[in-house]
Every structure is written in C-alpha cells, then in structure tokens.
C-alpha cells in the first residue's frame, strides 16, 4: 500500500500544507527514530504516518480521562488559538501563556489544579509546568520538534511544534479524536467549530 492510499486521521494535504512535517535544522538523539529525511536545505522531515499514528494514540489515551483532569500548557504564543479553541471543543483546562510553577503541587494557589495528566505543546518553554507533573508523578504528553529533549516526556507526538497552522491542526485532530473516543462525536462532520478556524492565517 502507498503512502496516499493508507488511511489518515485527516487528508494527507492537510497535514502537508501547514507543514506539520518540516522539523528543524538540528536534530535530536531522542527525535530520529521519527525523523524521514534531511532536506537538501538542511531541514529535518518527521515521518507524516508516525505522527498521525501519534496522534491517534494520544486522543485514545486522553479519552480515558475527564475534561477536569486534564491539563494543556502552552507557552508558545503560536500555539495560543489552537490550543484555545480545543478547550472550547472539549472543556479541557488550558494554560496558554506563562505556566505559574506550583499551579499542579500546590493546593493553596487560588488557581492551583488537580491534573491527572499533562499534555504540553513544546518540552521547553513548557519545562515548568513539565518539572511539576513529573513531581506529582503524572503522565506528559509533548508535542516535540526535531530538536527537542524528551527527558521526563512518558509519549511524544512528533510535530513542527513552532508553526501556528501545524499546532492549530495537531490540536484539532487531538480535539476530534478525543471527542470521537468519548462518544461525544461520531465523525468530523459533528465537530462545531471547522478545521479552517484552527488553521487560518492571522
């Protein structure tokens, strides 16, 4: 079977136009298991069927678990509308901005959270509210580019985590696949807020 006739989470265009496969210029030791190829300019390409297979295996893994314990973090102002509008879809608590340490051990933060499983959108910026689940002895869930450590991280969705298009479609495909294994949806068609708002240009 060829890669355009196996079957995807979404088309396969999707996932080649906002880029979700186009890594960095470095490359980790953790990172090549899922690494396709080097570019010819340089940059490193993740294998698009590991990350739809990664992905899949996160919403099922997610749909385990209520909306309340759940917790996404995410730094990176890129990555601030999909993760907004996976909360709309699914109630799951986001931290989109500065992860204040403490919010995850300590009970007498006002805002203080009781997760029982921490999904980030890159390892680094989001090493804070990393290094507070690891203390709470939860699982983390990362969305990792060619770069990245994952020290710490229990499962790596490989991704271009850096662009605002690829996060927007990961976390509308983690969205959907959530939904779907919750008995919430029964295909895309029910999802109430369309893949073009995830993925549009600012």
Known sequence: MTEEQEVYLTDLDNYLKVGLHIGTKF???YMEPFIYKIRTD???????????????????FL???????????????????????????TDIEVIAGRYRPGLMTN??????????????????????????????GIPIIACC???NETNYVDFVIPCNNKGKRSLGLLFYLLAKEY???RGTIKSEADMSIPLDEFIKED
């Open 27 to 29: 490359k980790s030791k």
């Open 42 to 60: 340089g940059l490193a390409v993740l294998n698009v069927k590991k990350i739809d297979s990664r992905i899949e295996t996160a919403g099922k």
């Open 63 to 89: 749909s385990r678990f209520e909306p309340k314990d759940i917790l996404v973090v995410c730094r990176r102002e890129n990555g601030w509308n999909g993760v907004k509008l996976f909360k709309k879809l």
């Open 107 to 136: 009970h007498q933060l006002e805002d203080f959270h009781e997760a029982k499983i921490l999904v980030v959108a890159d390892p680094w910026p989001d090493k804070n509210a990393i290094k507070d689940a690891v203390n709470m």
């Open 145 to 147: 580019d060619t770069n």
């Open 179 to 181: 939904l779907k294994n």
